[in-house]
């Protein structure tokens, strides 16, 4: 069993920062990727990016290719999400999620536990 707890979303104005943080819990934790979502009213969950276990593979989204960077702690069973260059459009619910490996974790449906979200709200 995997809990999640993001934190660290609010408001900030276009091309601010932002970074997002969530904690884990779970005897699993250090043998999965993971990685974030974000669903915007009226839309589906799309992928943000992934992390496998140990850090080396990352993958993005190109929507956010270049501005956000994921990386994880396995020591405080973190993993965060650092936004830089905020656009409008970036306005959504982020989630943390969880799955076997970085492949598996670029769609919903290879995501194991989620968390409960955290919104984040670019002013233009």
């Known amino acids: 069993q995997v809990q999640l707890v993001e934190s660290g979303g609010g408001l900030v104005q276009a091309g601010g920062s932002l970074r997002l943080s969530c904690a884990a819990s779970g005897r699993t934790f250090s043998s999965v990727a993971m990685g974030w979502f974000r669903q915007a009213p009226g839309k589906e969950r799309e992928f943000v990016a992934a992390?496998?276990?140990?850090?080396?593979?990352?993958k993005y989204a190109d929507s956010v290719k270049g501005r956000f960077t994921i990386s994880r702690d396995n020591a405080k069973n973190t993993v965060y999400l650092q936004m830089s260059r905020l656009k409008f459009e970036d306005t959504a619910v982020y989630y943390c999620a969880v799955g076997d490996n970085t492949a598996r974790l670029m769609g919903v449906y290879g995501v194991d536990y989620w968390g409960q979200g955290t919104q984040v709200t670019v002013s233009s």
């Open positions: 992390i496998s276990w140990s850090g080396g593979s990352t």
